[in-house]
């Protein structure tokens, strides 16, 4: 039998939204198919948060590491967030993983019985990453020209001649991705869940 896990998340903390139908409706679908649900995780936290400010999504993907999971379930995509980036990335994890997230109300999931990605699933995947993608070049134009009009107005940029940071702001700027890689996250998946490179990401874990 297939190991499972219930993921549920509402964005209200003021009592007026409640995860509780999506873990009913979950537990429903898991008693259908015969699967086993292993634990339930549950948030009240903005789906726009990144990755790694939402504990329960990351003690979620901490327990699928440790527990031979099967299957994430959740009623509707959006309850794994509404940032497409952070979304895609949880996914991608998962996947690595062979954890196959079975989405509800489009009666699909990520993964085929064999491991391999879901022909069906990759097309929405896809479409998704393709509107991540124009975010981020939209961010990326807005940036570019700030820059330059910053420079067109007499400004510098970059770092003072000499200028290193000390190990110590570097433990404490980098303070999630230290903790990451404390918790055995490969250098791969922790920049994928922080966006810091993974040069970067080299030079914090000898800090460790």
Avoid: C
């Avoid at 789906?47 to 999504?57: D, I, P, Q």
């Avoid at 996947?95 to 109300?105: L, M, R, T, Y």
């Avoid at 999931?109 to 998704?128: A, D, H, R, Y």
């Avoid at 003072?160 to 998946?189: H, Q, W």
């Amino acid at each position: 039998m297939k190991k499972v896990v219930i993921f549920a998340r509402v964005s209200s903390s003021n009592g007026t939204q409640d995860y509780e139908r999506q873990i009913n409706d979950l537990q429903t679908l898991a008693a259908t198919n015969n699967w086993i649900v292993e634990a339930v995780f549950a948030e009240k936290v903005s789906g726009a948060k990144k990755n790694t400010e939402r504990t329960e999504l990351m003690n979620m993907i901490d327990y699928i590491n440790s527990h031979k999971i099967n299957k994430v379930l959740v009623t509707e995509l959006s309850r794994l967030g509404r940032d497409t980036l952070q979304v895609l990335q949880a996914i991608e994890i998962l996947n690595q993983n062979k954890v196959s997230v079975f989405i509800q109300n489009y009666n699909i999931e990520t993964l085929t019985p064999n491991g391999e990605i879901n022909p069906m699933s990759q097309f929405l995947i896809t479409i998704l990453a393709e509107v991540a993608r124009m975010e981020r070049k939209t961010i990326r134009e807005r940036v570019a020209s700030g820059y330059q009009n910053f420079r067109n107005n007499g400004g510098k940029v970059g770092r003072k001649v000499g200028y290193s940071k000390s190990d110590e702001i570097m433990k404490e700027e980098y303070a999630e991705e230290l903790r990451l890689l404390k918790k055995g996250y490969s250098l791969r998946n922790t920049s994928k869940l922080t966006k810091t490179s993974i040069n970067t990401l080299r030079k914090i874990k000898t800090l460790m």
